[in-house]
């Protein structure tokens, strides 16, 4: 079974730095697209925000509120990924989900990881 597992999450202070990463496990045949979205508090039934992705290849892709900041790495030997963050603002706060376009026994798809809580303290 395939999984997806985040880590490096945590409390800080606004302008701190932070770094998470994401493993994937079990039995893969190929990666495509990889990347990071968020959950913000406050509104459950609102959608994960992206926050950014990168390709195979390396092209990356920011969203608009943390473009500047964050940056996003992968290991394809590894099937890692990460995301460096720094000037941490409060509204960063939220749960970070590990994603990943996989191909698998099932063929291509997407997976998500649990999630790791972020949060930013003014």
């Known amino acids: 079974q395939v999984q997806l597992v985040e880590s490096g999450g945590g409390l800080v202070q606004a302008g701190d730095s932070l770094r998470l990463s994401c493993a994937v496990s079990?039995?893969?045949?190929?990666?495509?697209?990889m990347g990071w979205y968020r959950q913000t508090p406050g509104d459950p039934g609102k959608e994960r925000d992206l926050?950014?992705?990168?390709?195979?290849?390396?092209?990356?892709f920011y969203g608009d509120p943390v473009e500047g900041r964050f940056s996003v790495s992968r290991d394809n030997a590894k099937n890692t990924v990460s995301l460096s963050m720094n000037s941490l603002k409060p509204e960063d706060t939220g749960v970070y989900y590990c994603?990943?376009?996989?191909?698998?026994?099932?063929?291509?798809?997407?997976?998500w990881g649990r999630g790791t809580q972020v949060t930013v303290s003014s």
């Open positions: 994603e990943a376009t996989l191909y698998t026994d099932r063929g291509w798809s997407t997976h």
């Open positions: 079990g039995t893969i045949y190929g990666t495509r697209e």
């Open positions: 926050v950014a992705t990168i390709t195979q290849i390396g092209t990356t």
